[in-house]
């Protein structure tokens, strides 16, 4: 399956009623295949975006009540697929978390490299996996999983509602490179297996 069957599948499933996807993309984005009336888009480089402007001045923005959206504005799911080097994954990730609505869910594209090539900083994934061991092991505010997805991987994310999550050995390191990650995606990206994400 692709993003755009996830994504939207667990959408309508949920009832969800809202949506906001980072790095519009063109007709096949998920944005395109979501079914609800309010829905928005933040993209850098595209006019069709509701927002053109980066997504950190988005964030920034929207908690100034600089835009036309309620500062406090919470979305049921929130798709980030805009710039996928790490340091702006997280930094998109920790900013939607802020305004996920309490049983809503934000997913990262590209956290599965197929392989070493994919994950170079000039190609498709770039570093976006590194993101998934950073949440794992300091938000446990935080549930996050990775599952398998045509292009790349897809995380998943919902606020705990547990006592508690376990969190990665403190050992682990974050910045462990490719082929560490590889030799465990179960630990490394808390991996499952498609037909089991519904559970």
Request: charged fraction near 25%.
């Amino acid at each position: 399956m692709n993003r755009r069957d996830i994504i939207s599948q667990l959408f309508d499933h949920q009832g969800y009623t809202s949506y906001l996807e980072l790095g519009l993309r063109d007709y096949n984005s998920v944005f395109n295949h979501i079914k609800c009336d309010v829905k928005h888009s933040v993209d850098l480089n595209m006019e069709s975006a509701h927002y053109t402007m980066s997504t950190d001045d988005f964030f920034q923005k929207l908690e100034l009540g600089m835009l036309d959206l309620d500062k406090d504005f919470k979305w049921d799911v929130i798709f980030v697929d805009a710039n996928h080097l790490a340091d702006f994954v997280k930094n998109d990730t920790l900013n939607s978390i802020n305004h996920l609505s309490d049983n809503g869910m934000i997913f990262l594209h590209d956290t599965l490299p197929v392989n070493y090539s994919a994950q170079l900083e000039n190609k498709q994934c770039q570093t976006a996996w590194k993101v998934v061991p950073y949440l794992l092991k300091y938000h446990p505010e935080i549930h996050i999983c990775t599952t398998t997805e045509n292009d790349g991987g897809l995380g998943i994310i919902t606020k705990n509602k547990s006592k508690e999550r376990p969190l990665l050995n403190s050992s682990f390191n974050i910045f462990s490179e490719y082929y560490l990650m590889d030799a465990d995606r179960n630990t490394s990206q808390n991996f499952i297996a498609l037909d089991k994400v519904y559970e």
